[in-house]
């Protein structure tokens, strides 16, 4: 049995998933007539509170549409410096959109508004245009830290004073929502623009949502032809979406319990400098001075437990639905017994 804690990308689809991707009613999405697709963007637009939906393969494609369908080439894009549309994404704000990138540096991945407001260029003929901020919630690289309410509302009052369009990378916002206790409806007035994956914590074999008014996903269907992200048959994958939404969601809290009882036990060990804490599902800590991020790597793969070096000293863990409290059991024994040798 391998625990693989690389990701909560891993996951494989359940039996009853598997049962509704087999049972769902299939069209082809080119012409629009897939049952399927069209009742997962209309059932995501109305959680949200937004008009309309966009089925996508990837979060990153959902991403890179949304600022295209934003921006102009030439305009600028106000983002924190470890987000994923700015770090993680191949350049793809410069690369599709011609856009130029103020990345700033935020509190674990989190932009406070006066931050939005400081970095708005003036408007004259030498300076880009700021036209769009990215916020992401939860924030991957911030170890699954996010916005409350208030701040999100906080940062797009910012975001509209100041004339920009504001767009969530909500990639794990689920996770943010069950740890708020919040309706997703809630979100939706605040953002010009939302994507969400279902291929992340809610489990699903592949597949994002985004959403937005009506006018801006007419847009943004365009730009998902062009970018080659327009599928067939593609209600196979979205009947799993339909699924998640309705059973995986109030599950997140049990992988954020699981991910807190493996913080409180890296916590306990002399080799571990510091863990950050553990807001959701992500578990990330660096390692005391002797230790290398590969060597715990090893060690654990040797007790076949997978997790990922994310930097020369730094290791993230990640809990999702394969996880269960067994397997949680097992990881902490392990790094109970691990007995780092001294370089
Ligand atoms: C995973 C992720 C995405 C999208 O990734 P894909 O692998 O392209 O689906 C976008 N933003 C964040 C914060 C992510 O963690």
Redesign the pocket.
């Known amino acids: 049995m391998v625990i693989d804690l690389r990701s909560d ?1 891993v996951t494989r689809p359940t039996a009853a998933m598997k049962a509704a991707m087999m049972a769902a009613p299939l069209g082809d999405d080119v012409f629009g007539d897939d049952p399927t697709v069209n009742a997962l963007q209309q059932k995501a637009a109305d959680l949200f509170g937004m008009e309309a939906g966009l089925f996508f393969p ?4 959902s ?1 890179q549409v949304a600022i295209k369908t934003h921006t102009q080439p030439g305009d600028e894009i106000i983002v924190e410096a470890s ?3 700015y770090l ?1 994404e191949s350049g793809g704000m410069a690369f599709h959109s011609g856009c130029s990138v103020r990345p700033v540096q935020g509190d674990r991945g989190r932009l406070r508004p006066e931050q939005v407001l400081a970095n708005v260029n003036m408007r004259n003929d030498h300076h880009p245009i700021t036209r769009l901020v990215v916020i ?1 919630n939860t924030c ?1 690289r911030g170890g699954g830290s996010f916005y409350s309410l208030e701040q999100m509302q906080a940062v797009s009052d910012a975001a509209r004073k100041a004339g920009l369009w504001i767009h969530l ?1 909500g ?2 916002i689920f996770n943010a929502l069950v740890e708020l206790d919040l309706a997703p409806q809630r979100l939706g007035p605040l953002f010009d623009s939302i ?1 969400f ?1 279902l ?2 914590g809610l489990g699903c074999p592949a597949g ?1 949502v985004l959403l937005g008014s009506t006018e801006f996903i007419l847009k943004a269907k365009r730009y998902r032809k062009l970018f080659g992200g327009t599928m067939r048959q593609s209600g196979i994958l979205a009947a799993a979406g339909i699924y998640a939404l309705d059973h995986h969601v109030q599950r997140l809290r049990d992988d954020h319990r699981r991910a807190r009882h493996i913080g409180e036990a890296l916590q306990r060990q002399s080799w571990v400098r510091t863990i950050w804490p553990v807001d959701t599902n992500i578990i990330l800590f660096e390692l005391a001075e002797s230790l290398s991020a590969t060597t715990l790597v090893r060690y654990l793969a040797s007790q076949n437990i997978l997790c990922v070096a994310t930097g020369p000293q730094q290791v993230r863990m990640v809990t999702h639905l394969d996880i269960t409290d067994d397997m949680v059991t097992h990881v902490v024994e392990a790094l109970e017994a691990f007995k780092p040798v001294a370089a």
Request: with cysteine; charged share 20%; hydrophobic share 15%.
């Open positions: 990308t990837t979060g990153t494609m991403n987000s994923h549309t993680l992401e991957n990378d990639a794990r994507s994956c291929s992340k994002t």
